[in-house]
């Protein structure tokens, strides 16, 4: 019968336990992942009435959302929501809506992971912290809560008819404005690819 050929020296417990949590969670599994690696975030912000007349818009900027291998982060309603989740799947793009209460099944129908936070309005927060970019498109106060949440969280943030900042000489952040969802998507994804 062959014996182990261990070393007769006593390991130190905290050498094995260090050389566990490093092959468990250390660099050789996860030293590849990094912002750049993974798939961005957009969030599309506006308004959740079904008969906007910005549906074309938001089907637009969804569906460049998804051509330019962002997944589409959203309230997950109707309106602005909705359209824009449309667009991004009409091009097999990815979609996330968080809800803002607790019923996964409130989710309009392009929505591929639907998340109920049970936060009402306070999921404007989630998704500016989750988000690694936001348009703001047309809206009311809810809109308008997110793009400041946004600004305010450092993360890239840009209006179509949107609301305009009056900033009597304050230092908030300005909010960029763009004409269409292309002038929009090429700015905002030039500032996730370099952030200032």
């Known amino acids: 019968m062959a014996r182990s050929r261990r070393s007769s020296r006593p390991r130190s417990a905290s050498a094995t336990s260090s050389r566990r949590a ?75 809506g968080l809800l803002p209460g607790d019923e996964p099944n409130e989710a309009n129908e392009y929505i591929d992971i639907a998340i109920a936070t049970s936060l009402g309005h306070g999921r404007n927060a989630v998704l500016a912290k989750t988000a690694d970019g936001v348009v703001g498109l047309g809206g009311g106060l809810g809109t308008l809560s997110e793009i400041a949440l946004a600004l305010r969280n450092g993360r890239p943030t840009i209006g179509i008819r949107t609301w305009r900042f009056d900033r009597d000489a304050r230092s908030e952040p300005d909010l960029p404005l763009a004409d269409d969802p292309k002038e929009a998507l090429d700015w905002l994804f030039a500032r996730m690819a370099n952030p200032t």
């Open 22 to 96: 490093s092959s468990r969670y250390g660099q050789s599994r996860y030293s590849s992942y990094s912002l750049s690696s993974r798939r961005r975030l957009v969030a599309v912000c506006g308004e959740s009435d079904p008969r906007t007349s910005l549906a074309d818009l938001a089907f637009e900027l969804g569906r460049g959302i998804a051509e330019r291998g962002a997944v589409l982060i959203c309230g997950g309603l109707t309106g602005v929501m909705e359209h824009a989740a449309r667009g991004a799947r009409s091009v097999g793009g990815l979609t996330i």
